[in-house]
């Protein structure tokens, strides 16, 4: 694991996030005036409207607005989980548009990592066995050892072998990050990972997140209605009514903790 001042203290992580530092990175999410419509019974509506934006590489970005604002259909268009009405979506600076399903199925299984608020684990499967699925699919080597290495990352080696049903939310989450991290994907998407977590427990993941962030340089997109949680990421995003109402930098680089 490459290590990034993952000892140093507030101001040496600060530093990693400058904003000079990141307009020079490549952009791994572009979204180029997307629109999408639904049109449940007859009657339209505009989850997303118009959205213009890059993520670059390294950034750790929250998403927030109210229920209903958009933030999951933007997650989903930008993990080409779903396709927009209009205009682009890029990763790593391609656009989805016109990829056949054997790419489609490559960018989602390898290139981007989800996670859920609700964990969407194998209820039958052992943690260790959830993180290394997606990797058996993707037709990678060692899967076990890659597996394991995960579970270690995210603070729980020695759970390898429990049920879902015998974690705790805490423990749930950190192995569905593990499994999202496990093909070193480009970008991570998640979707109120904090939802259904403890205030405690919250902030433990949140620091997860913010951790892996630095130290493995990985790209996070995270929807959240904790706004102490946006706070501690490098940008946020607000959506109202599907519209991207403002976009500024958040108080990472200069925050206390
Ligand atoms: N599959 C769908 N069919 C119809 N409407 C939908 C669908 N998914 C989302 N919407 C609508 O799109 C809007 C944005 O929803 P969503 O992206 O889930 O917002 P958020 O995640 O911020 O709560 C809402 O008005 C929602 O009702
Ligand atoms: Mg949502």
């Known amino acids: 694991m490459p290590s990034r001042d993952s000892k140093s203290g507030p101001t040496a992580v600060g530093t990693a996030v400058l904003p000079e530092d990141r307009g020079a990175r490549p952009p791994v999410l572009g979204f180029r005036d997307v629109s999408k419509l639904y049109l449940p019974g007859g009657s339209s ?23 209903g604002s958009g933030k999951s259909t933007f997650l989903n ?6 396709t927009p009405s209009s205009g682009q979506v890029l990763l790593e600076g391609r656009s989805t548009e ?17 996670v859920f608020q609700f964990f969407h684990l194998f209820p039958t499967l052992s943690a260790l066995e959830n993180v290394e699925i997606p990797l058996q699919l993707a037709g990678r080597r060692r899967t ?6 995960m579970l270690a990352l995210v603070g729980i080696p020695d759970l390898a072998d429990r049920l879902p049903h015998q974690l705790s939310g805490g423990q749930l989450q950190r192995v569905a990050i593990a499994r999202a991290l496990g093909s070193e994907p ?9 939802g259904n977590l403890d205030t405690h427990t919250a902030e433990e993941v949140m620091a997860l997140f913010r951790l ?16 102490e949680s ?11 009514d599907g519209e ?11 925050r206390a903790t």
Do not use: C, K, W
Not at 77 to 82: F, P
Not at 144 to 149: G, I, M, P, T
Not at 186 to 194: G, R
């Open 45 to 67: 509506v505009t989850a997303l409207r118009r959205v213009s934006l890059d993520v670059r590489a390294g950034e750790f970005v929250a998403l927030v607005g109210r229920s």
């Open 77 to 82: 268009l930008a993990g080409a989980v779903d």
């Open 98 to 114: 016109g990829l056949n399903d054997e790419e489609l199925t490559f960018l989602r299984r390898e290139r981007v990592g989800f």
């Open 144 to 149: 076990r050892r890659r597996a394991a290495e």
């Open 186 to 194: 480009a970008l991570v998407l998640a979707d109120e990972p904090m």
């Open 212 to 227: 892996i962030n630095l130290q493995l340089g990985t790209t996070i997109v995270m929807a959240t209605h904790s706004l």
């Open 230 to 240: 946006a706070a501690a990421t490098d940008r946020i995003l607000t959506l109202r």
């Open 244 to 254: 991207l109402v403002s976009d500024v930098r958040a108080g990472a680089a200069g």
